[in-house]
T-cell receptor, first 115, second 112 residues
Framework: AQSVTQPDIHITVSEGASLELRCNYS??????LFWYVQSPGQGLQLLLK??????LVQGIKGFEAEFKRSQSSFNLRKPSVHWSDAAEYFC?????????????FGKGTSLLVTP | EAQVTQNPRYLITVTGKKLTVTCSQN?????MSWYRQDPGLGLRQIYY???????DKGDVPEGYKVSRKEKRNFPLILESPSPNQTSLYFC???????????FGSGTRLTVV
């Protein structure tokens, strides 16, 4: 079955430390890939997206993500985390098929930032 | 300001009483979609629309209806709400499928 997996439900990092959030997908072709962030009580904000080209993409708020076709992964990274980065992060995949438009989300990773 | 506007933000209703959650976007986007968000389940797509009068089911369409009579509006209709439809609902829109969705602020629905 097609799916989007975020293996880590919760992650805790210290402020100033680096961050990597994992995302794996199981689709045949190269899909459209996205990362979203959701702060408490808020809607979702698009951080970055990838479809083709350079496999390292830059996003807003200092985030970047790397697409690795061989591993079917699209991991999100940030070199130095700020306390304001504490939020829920969602990876999303559009299968880019002609059979419909389904943007499928992973279950999310909750990020806690400690002083 | 470019945005997706949902109303109401909060709604408490009783089982069986028909309700509509409105969604409007001012960006002339082709694609619109409704999601529900539940703890432990993430976001699940209810319905989507690729253009006016073109709608299709997502993963969890049972108990919901939508319409797309004009480009900017995409209301979500619950004809006979039940307690298992208590959830946080998001409307979203995008110009093209590779652009990523712009999300509304959400509607928290409680059905008692």
């Amino acid at each position: 079955a097609q799916s989007v997996t975020q293996p880590d439900i919760h992650i805790t990092v210290s402020e100033g430390a680096s961050l990597e959030l994992r995302c794996n997908y199981s689709y045949g072709a190269t899909p459209y890939l996205f990362w979203y962030v959701q702060s408490p009580g808020q809607g979702l904000q698009l951080l970055l997206k990838y479809f083709s080209g350079d496999t390292l993409v830059q996003g807003i708020k200092g985030f970047e993500a790397e697409f690795k076709r061989s591993q079917s992964s699209f991991n999100l990274r940030k070199p130095s985390v700020h306390w304001s980065d504490a939020a829920e992060y969602f990876c999303a995949v559009d299968t880019n098929s002609n059979s419909g438009y389904a943007l499928n989300f992973g279950k999310g990773t909750s990020l806690l930032v400690t002083p | 300001e470019a945005q997706v506007t949902q109303n109401p933000r909060y709604l408490i209703t009783v089982t069986g009483k028909k309700l509509t959650v409105t969604c409007s976007q001012n960006m002339n986007h082709e694609y619109m979609s409704w999601y529900r968000q539940d703890p432990g389940l993430g976001l699940r797509q209810i319905y989507y629309s690729m253009n006016v009068e073109v709608t299709d089911k997502g993963d969890v369409p049972e108990g919901y209806k939508v319409s797309r009579k004009e480009k900017r509006n995409f209301p979500l209709i619950l004809e006979s709400p039940s307690p298992n439809q208590t959830s946080l609902y998001f409307c979203a829109s995008s110009l093209d499928r590779g652009d990523g969705y712009t999300f509304g602020s959400g509607t928290r629905l409680t059905v008692v």
